[in-house]
């Protein structure tokens, strides 16, 4: 049994998680437009696949290979509101929203498939994704630094962070890679597998006396997903800089898991949409927004995210208040 204070910590961290993962899940839908012109003139080909790619990266979850590996969305987040045992059960947002958000993701993509030339038939979306990386990975060789560049170009234009915070790098192994201290421990035999098919990993690790956001990802893609989850985390890091060491590690024990992320990423794409969208054109910049969203007492974050999930008529001026203090 968690005690509540604790419980309200570790509930104010999976939100803060649950956002991390959708702007990661936002940016791959949207950021190789930041940068299109550039993607353009390396090979012309890119922006159309990187446009495949991000729904690949959505779907994927309602694909069988996935579903075998890590079980049914629908099943999941049915349990998530049913099932005392499930990780979310005790979270009053993710239990109750989840599902929700979650199929609001995938008819978003089901809908933008139709004109970018993906099937979304059973096998035949395994096939066709295969291939596709397979051609972005060839393509990729020939201009793996130039990519490397716009990458961090264009997760700078997100949140206003210079290029020299970012240590990115597009590689074919990121499991193997040094770059981390280290790597999310997996808990079981789903967790081991999710664990060899890691194909991209960002955070935040320490660069002489400076905090930096580290990504290694197999394609530029991922690579810049990475990167803006890397740098959401180092934001979300003013909320947790206040909590004692033993709750700290209490907080990111039952909060930081491999097997969380799949989950987060497949539904949190919409909650950073309806972020966004209540955001006013002329307010904070969105690193500010997550910034005081992540210093907010844990009950305060709570509503205020069921408001913009809501899309609720107070949610707009509880945003616009942010830092208002």
């Known amino acids: 049994m968690i005690d509540p204070p604790l419980r309200e910590e570790i509930n104010k961290r999976l939100t803060l998680n649950w956002l991390i993962q959708g702007a990661s899940q936002h940016a791959g839908i949207t950021l190789h437009h930041l940068v299109r012109d550039e993607l353009s003139a390396l090979d012309g080909r890119l922006l159309h696949m990187y446009d495949q790619l991000a729904l690949v990266n959505v779907l994927q979850y309602w694909n069988l290979d996935a579903i075998l590996l890590l079980g049914s969305p629908n099943r999941f987040w049915l349990h998530a509101a049913t099932k005392r045992a499930h990780p979310f059960f005790a979270h009053p947002l993710l239990s109750r929203y989840g599902g929700d958000l979650a ?40 201009h793996r630094c130039e990519l490397v560049r716009l990458a961090k170009e264009a997760a ?56 930096a956001v580290v990504a290694r990802a197999a394609n530029w ?11 959401a985390e180092l934001i979300c890091m003013h909320g947790l800089n206040e909590l004692d060491d033993p709750t700290y590690a209490g907080v990111t024990r039952e909060t930081d898991k491999l097997e ?36 907010l007492p844990a009950a305060s974050l709570e509503s205020l995210v069921r408001a913009v999930i809501e899309q609720s008529e107070d949610a707009r001026p509880q945003l616009a208040r942010l830092g208002c203090s």
């Open 103 to 142: 199929d609001a993701c995938r008819r978003r993509a089901l809908e933008r498939s139709k004109g970018k030339g993906l099937t979304t038939l059973p096998v035949v979306f395994s096939l066709q994704a295969t291939y596709l990386l397979g051609r972005v990975r060839f393509i990729e060789s020939r």
């Open 156 to 211: 700078s234009r997100v949140w206003g962070i210079p290029t020299h915070r970012f240590d990115a790098d597009i590689v074919s192994n990121v499991p193997q890679t040094d770059a981390f201290d280290a790597l999310p421990t997996p808990h079981g035999f789903r967790g081991q597998l999710m664990n060899a098919a890691i194909v991209g990993y960002g955070g935040v690790a320490r660069r002489g006396d400076a905090l």
């Open 221 to 231: 893609t991922l690579l810049a997903k990475e990167l803006v989850k890397g740098t």
């Open 260 to 295: 969380h992320e799949p989950w987060m990423l497949q539904s949190g794409g919409e909650l950073w949409r309806r972020l966004l969208l209540l955001l006013p054109p002329d307010g904070l910049p969105v690193a500010e927004v997550l910034m005081h969203l992540a210093r």
